[in-house]
């Protein structure tokens, strides 16, 4: 996977060292090839899913933030704010670990199952406001 060795090499970029924890790095698409952002990196990152100014935080283009888009939309297959897909984006760690899917749908055979990004996505499904649950994650 060559956008990931890619990525790893960018990590103190992101705003992570040895010692922070590992960035959640968010790929989405055919083959999970398309880098989403990053969803626990410092928010002025430009790789960031909290920087309103990058491309994976605004609400433009290939963000998740974006409903129009195809990795904002709830009706997008792509989207993790799709309540019944089973093609959302997917969670690996600096070292190319999986932390499951990044899916409202909790019936997905691989959601995560890391418990701040189960709340989110849940807030997410409970409130579908995309402008809300920005908030609750980058605030």
Known sequence: MKTLALLLCL???FGFTQSAPKALLLFGGVGHKTFLGCLNCVATSEFSVCNDYSKYGSNYGDSIWNEFGTYGSEFNSSSP???FSSDAPIIVDSDGKSYGYFSTNEFHHDRTH???????????KKTSDLDK?????CK
């Open 11 to 13: 990590l103190p970029i």
């Open 81 to 83: 704010w799709n309540e």
């Open 114 to 124: 890391v418990g701040w990004i189960v709340k989110l996505l849940d807030f997410e």
């Open 133 to 137: 649950t920005r908030d609750f994650l």
